[in-house]
């Protein structure tokens, strides 16, 4: 049986699955029984500084190939998610990478205080969100300069904690903000979030299908481009990488980390393959590496032949 176990960033995982950010990530039960599933770590969804409402329903659309969502990032707000995780530590079955979302750089500074003193391993900033700052509302994760300073500030206050910044696939070059947040101080990337939006319409009420009309895309039709992300920020900036973006096969997992991911980010997948995929995924992995000789997983990582 190959080794599945990895490092990333100084933290080791049983394998590399771990559960993407706001799928089935809120409370410590759900995260304790997807580490029962296999999963080799666990991704929150995006913790804000106060009670954030989401999106009207209908919230999600999932066909064969695709998933559309507009869920709103909904959340209870830091002081929960803090006793969510001091719940998950009593037993802490897996390492537990806290996300973090707001819509101003103050609020994503609070907020990493906060979960700085806990005792997550990691902490993963979301920026795809709009800076409400901004003259234009951009998301933060598509001008380098907002990146850099996000990334900065709240490099400057999580202490020991590594600093992983989640990026947004709409962009027309993330190298260009890759290596914005490695000059800001980035320890890691987990790359992509939802592509898009998207729109989907009803054909009898010409309708969009989302209360929100338009949402972030996911699921097996992104991969290609999860795939491509990873391989250009891996080049760019050589920091350790969450491969996230439509893997939902052991040969998904295996080729975003010869892109360049050293875990792999797992979210839509639950919807297509059911809760315990972490499991299957890994089975998957360890199979393919005893058929074509490698002993420890990690030995693939970044080995794409461009
Ligand atoms: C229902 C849903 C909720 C999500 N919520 C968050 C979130 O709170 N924070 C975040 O960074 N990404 C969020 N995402 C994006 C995922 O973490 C992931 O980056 C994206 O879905 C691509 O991976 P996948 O194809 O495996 O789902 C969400 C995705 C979905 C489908």
């Not at 998207?198 to 992104?222: F, Q």
Request: hydrophobic share 40%.
């Amino acid at each position: 049986m190959a080794n599945l176990k990895v490092n990333y960033l100084g933290t080791d995982f049983e394998n590399p699955t771990v559960l993407a950010s706001g799928v089935l990530g809120v409370t410590a039960s759900t995260w304790k029984s997807v580490v029962k599933s296999g999963a080799g770590g666990i991704t929150t969804k995006s913790v804000w500084l106060n009670e954030h409402k989401g999106h009207p329903n209908p919230t999600i659309i999932t066909t064969e190939h695709w998933m559309m969502n507009a869920v709103g990032l909904p959340d209870a707000g830091v002081e929960k998610a803090k006793q969510e995780i001091e719940d998950y530590m009593k037993e802490k079955p897996a390492p537990l990478i806290v996300s973090i979302v707001g819509g101003k750089k103050d609020e994503f500074v609070e907020i990493a205080q906060q979960i700085a003193k806990t005792d997550a391993d990691i902490l993963e900033v979301n920026i795809s969100c709009p800076n409400v700052e901004d003259e234009f509302g951009r998301p933060f994760a598509c001008i380098p300069d907002q990146s850099k300073e996000i990334t900065a500030a709240v490099k400057k206050i999580a202490g020991d904690k590594p600093v992983v910044i989640k990026l947004s696939p709409n962009v027309t070059d993330i190298k260009e903000i890759a290596n914005a947040c490695a000059e800001g101080g980035a320890d890691g990337f987990c790359a992509i979030n939802t592509l898009g939006p998207g729109l989907a319409i009803n054909l009898e009420t010409r309708m969009p299908i989302l209360a929100n009309k338009v949402g972030g895309i996911s699921g097996p039709a992104i991969k290609p481009l999860a795939v491509k992300m990873v391989s250009d920020i891996y080049q760019a900036t050589k920091l350790p990488i969450i491969g996230t973006g439509g893997i939902t096969t052991g040969e998904d997992a295996l080729e975003i980390m010869m892109a360049g991911a050293t875990l792999v980010g797992m979210g839509s997948s639950v919807f297509y393959r059911g809760a315990d995929v972490f499991r299957k995924v890994s089975q998957e992995m360890s199979d393919w590496c005893d058929k074509n000789g490698v002993a420890n997983v990690e030995e693939i990582i970044g080995t794409v032949k461009l």
